[in-house]
């Protein structure tokens, strides 16, 4: 059983930062593809960024430049460092990984007050 336990959401102004960390356990082998995806109140999920086994990071238009992932192959971590947070940058957001299978974390509640 695959569990990804999530944390470093929570309540910030505009501008500042975030840090979230998203941490895998149980039987994983070969993780692929880490990454993150968010949803805003009312609206659907959408892709944020992710980052290969080997280090290859894509992002969102609507973060690029503001948010850096980045992972910890040894811990099976990976990590979303948002800087510069704008109030649309508010929703849950929940990390994933790709190894045999696709398996989601429970989401941790990131608020952007302006």
Known sequence: QVQLVESGGGLVQAG????????????????????????????QREFAALISTGGTTTYAESVKGRFTISRDNAK??????????????????????????TYWGQGTQVTVSS
């Open 16 to 43: 500042g930062s975030l840090r979230l960390s998203c941490t895998a356990s149980g039987s994983i082998f070969n993780i692929h593809v880490m990454g993150w995806y968010r949803q805003a109140p009312g609206k």
């Open 76 to 101: 099976n971590t990976v990590y979303l460092q948002m800087n510069s947070l704008k109030p649309e940058d508010t929703a849950v957001y929940y990390c994933y990984i790709l190894a045999h299978s």
